[in-house]
């Protein structure tokens, strides 16, 4: 094969046939199984005597974590800013669980703030015998010192919340005591929580989530909660959240998940749930100035109004108008997406909204305010080109807030801002954690099978050589309208672009880059576009010689790494590394498995004769085929992801190991959804990740 040229039998290749193969490993399916786990424990050794026997782990592995437990980095705020003070979670060495910690707002930015720490979670997994991973803590309201302390168990997504005083540091004695399961839990005044969890048998749904929400008071047995509103079984999840402004008001909403993007959402009143008559594929935000903050996801007119609202756009919702008569509502726009500019992430201060946009795949970031009359205008706050931008905290007693910015060569900074006035300044920044100096990232596009333009972004040496020889990583997410932006990896940067690696990210379709209709032009039997886009930009790589396919590896996560296991059953003589990692993979069964049942509305379900066809037609472990020579991919995950679940990725490792092809397998036990529960773990991920590519495309 000519170096540079694209694999004959790859271009174009058709998505596989929808014949569904006899599922011969559903006992795999068995997460803490005997058999199960031998299995997995016989794979793990394989993989560890290759990659981790491998000279050059260790010095991976230190590397990483000396990126990761750098005392340089940012600590960020966690949500819901106090007025006197800010909270940030920490992990280190020395705290390898880690801990919630406080300092005052004026010495929080100083250079070096002296913190207090507040929860030690590695002690409290002592005391316990339990490896807690830390959650955002749920506050009672706005400078209260109540609050709910989530603790998961490993990582999982199922937790135990505990009553916690912020003012005396300890938990309140006699207090709210949740046990483990996957829940929503809200304030409703000092004395009652709203809950939605596992209450017995039937009360969650298919997809592993509480439908139904009770009010429990203070004192009160558990058991004795009282109903306040049901779902249904086949809903995805009934969550709640309220919110406070500086008027005094309060809201209550309760959130029904009708599917993964649609909700029917409730004020809760003294008389009970209403429903507020906006559209399903909307978003709740927030509370202020008496205005109910909504993103809509989809075209809408509302019955009685002349104003039609596009998807994308940002609006507000006077709350008397809701409460008064939840079908004529009150509504103004706060922002109107464009062409080519869509929100990312809306927070409220305590008078303002603050929302970050995606122009064109690039950051931008407002401050928006209200006038008496209901009218909304937007302040362009002044932040650099090629860079993301996301909201740090904003809380709904104060018009601070913190903004975070970040590129592929811009370490992070951490930005103060002042709602009323518009005015950012940097409070701190991150030191450079690897040599940028012969690096440049630009931005390109590649033309997609039906004419659509993907734009790209390779972070390459200044002096690169395009003869196709270039070790190149290109990665992608493409689902549930998550955009995928620059962001600053100190572990990547060490272990792969210093070391003259390239590496490229695609905002394929499926993600929100360009808002919602870019999400939408990939659902259920149009999935293929998000495929077709992903093998486009590769395509480009190799054309413009910035690679080829035996310098060409693949990686992603969750979605992501379904988009890798199809990429590799689709065209497998494209890439010669596949990092595949905390995967769906059956595409039959993934409504049986974990929290599968939940995606329908982005997949599709089994259930529909033409929608299973192209399941099975898309499906990696449906498509793998004893006759095609694969690549030898690295198939990640944990025992402890309860989102996902570990079995797909075994039942794939499985059937590549029945057809005698190569792989390598990981499993470790924590870590839930993710690279590791700790420092120490996540960094032996990366280092696992980075030797294998190092092999592959860099021997």
């Known amino acids: 094969m000519a170096t540079g040229s694209i694999p004959a039998t790859a271009q174009g290749a058709p998505p596989g046939q929808s014949v569904e193969q006899i599922d011969k490993y559903q006992w795999l399916e068995d997460v803490s199984g005997e058999r199960s786990l031998a299995w997995v424990k016989a794979e793990n050794v394989r993989a560890e005597t290759e990659l981790q026997g491998d000279p050059r782990f260790l010095p991976f592995q230190a590397a990483a974590l000396k990126v990761l437990e750098s005392p340089d980095r940012l600590p960020v705020p966690t949500p819901d800013l106090h007025p006197d003070a800010v909270y940030n979670r920490w992990q280190d060495a020395q705290h390898v669980s880690g801990i919630l910690r406080r300092t005052s707002l004026a010495d929080y930015l100083t250079a070096q703030p002296q913190w207090q720490t507040v ?81 017995g048998e039937g009360t969650m749904t298919a997809s592993g989530y509480p439908f139904v929400l009770k009010q429990w008071k203070r004192g009160q047995p558990l058991a004795e909660a009282r109903e306040v509103f049901r779902g249904q079984p086949g809903d995805v999840a009934v969550q709640t959240q309220t919110s406070h ?255 003259g690696g390239v590496y490229v990210l695609a905002n394929i379709r499926g993600g929100g880059e360009f808002g919602p209709a870019w999400h939408e032009a990939g659902l259920k039997t149009h999935r293929q576009v998000i495929y077709d886009d992903f093998y486009a930009v590769a395509q480009y790589l190799v054309t413009r010689r910035i690679t080829s396919p035996r310098r060409l590896g693949i990686a992603g996560g969750s979605n992501g790494g379904l988009l890798m ?68 991919p690295l198939i990640f995950t944990t025992t402890k992801d309860d989102r996902v679940g570990p079995v797909q990725a075994r039942k794939f490792a499985a059937r590549m190991k029945e057809f005698g092809k190569p792989f390598y397998y990981l499993e470790i036990v924590e870590g839930g959804h993710g690279p590791g529960a700790d420092l120490k773990e996540t960094a032996r991920t990366a280092a696992v990740e980075f030797v294998y590519f190092t092999r592959k495309l860099m021997d």
């Open 565 to 632: 296991g199809v990429e590799m059953t689709q065209h497998p003589e494209m890439w010669n590394a596949v990092y595949i990692a905390v995967p769906l993979l059956d595409m039959l069964r993934f409504e049986q498995i974990a929290a599968g049942a939940s995606w329908v509305g982005e997949y599709g379900t089994v259930s529909k004769p033409d929608e299973r066809a192209f399941l099975a037609s898309i499906s990696p472990y449906n498509q793998l085929r004893p006759t095609v020579k694969y690549p030898e």
């Open 245 to 499: 402004d500086d008027r005094g008001n309060q809201a209550t909403l309760i959130l029904r998940g009708i599917n993964f993007f649609e909700y029917e959402i409730s004020l809760l009143t003294p008389g009970g749930a209403v429903r507020i008559a906006i559209p399903g594929k909307s978003e709740y935000e927030g509370l202020v100035n008496g205005r109910l903050i909504f993103t809509i996801n989809e075209d809408w007119t509302p019955a009685g109004h002349s104003t039609s609202y596009p998807q994308g756009s940002v609006i507000s919702i006077e709350l008397a108008s809701v409460q008064q008569d939840p079908a004529a509502l009150r509504i103004a726009t706060v922002f109107a997406p464009t062409a080519t500019e869509f929100p990312q992430r809306v927070a409220t201060t305590r008078t303002t909204v603050v929302l970050t946009t995606l122009q064109h795949v690039q950051g931008r970031a407002y401050v928006c305010t209200v006038d008496p009359s209901g009218v909304w205008t937007k302040k362009n706050l002044p932040l650099p080109e090629n860079i993301s931008v996301d909201i740090a905290a904003t809380g709904e007693s104060t018009d601070q807030f913190f903004l975070t910015t970040e590129g592929f060569l811009s370490p992070n900074s951490l930005l103060s801002g002042q709602a009323g006035t518009g005015e950012l300044s940097v409070v701190k920044s991150l030191p450079a954690q690897f040599d940028p100096t012969h690096l440049v990232v630009e931005q390109l596009q590649a033309t997609s099978r039906d004419g659509a333009r993907v734009p790209y972004f390779v972070v390459h040496r200044k002096d690169m050589k395009y003869d196709g020889t270039n070790p190149t990583v290109l990665s992608a997410y493409g689902g549930f309208q998550v955009s995928m932006t620059p962001t600053y990896s100190g572990s990547a940067g060490k272990l792969w672009l210093e070391r």
């Open 119 to 199: 929860i030690d979670y590695d002690a409290l997994g002592r005391q316990d015998n339990a490896k807690w991973v830390a959650r955002d803590i749920i506050c009672l309201y706005p400078g209260d010192s109540l609050c709910m302390v989530p603790l998961s168990a490993g990582g999982e997504d199922a937790e135990s919340s505990r009553e916690f005083d912020l003012k005396t540091a300890k938990f309140v004695e006699g207090g709210f005591v949740l046990p483990r399961s996957k829940e929503s839990v809200g304030w409703l005044d000092k004395d009652t929580l709203l809950v939605a969890r596992d209450w």
